[in-house]
């Protein structure tokens, strides 16, 4: 038997492990970056309302629900961090099914974090159009 083919389960095994950690790695860092994002986009909202101010009902209602989903991201994001820890952990114990309720808690996030960018983008467009009037 030659060399090679002796050692390629070792080589599989380093190269799953690796794999594996590639993707633990990707995972956690799009939950952070979506921490951070949405912690900057709370703060950039709460700015903008105390210096701009608002003029109009419909302003409010998208400052509202834009830092509610700012937010809820942001609650969503701790939470899935620690359920990955258990989930985490269970793997290494020997656990193997998929835990569907952090699958289901990363696509609301996302979702919750793209509807805050787009209420973002309406408060934008919505005091630009105001100040446009003004001229």
């Not at 949405?38 to 834009?66: D, N, P, Q």
Request: charged content about 20%; hydrophobic content about 50%.
């Amino acid at each position: 038997m030659k060399e090679d083919q002796k050692n390629l389960p070792e080589k599989e095994v380093a190269y799953y492990s690796t794999l594996l950690g590639a993707w633990v790695d990707t995972k956690m860092e799009h939950d952070k970056s979506l921490l951070t994002l949405s912690s900057g986009g709370l703060g950039l909202l709460i700015t903008l309302l105390s210096t701009v101010g608002v003029k109009e009902k419909r302003e409010l209602i998208l400052y509202v629900f834009a830092s509610l989903c700012f937010a809820l991201t942001i609650i969503l994001c701790i939470i899935i961090f620690e359920r990955n820890a258990i989930y985490l952990k269970k793997v290494v114990t020997g656990y193997q099914n998929d835990d569907s309720f952090l699958t289901w808690l990363d696509c609301l996030n996302s979702f919750l974090f793209v509807s805050a960018i787009i209420f973002s983008a309406l408060i934008g467009l919505v005091v630009s159009v105001r100040y446009l009037k003004t001229l």
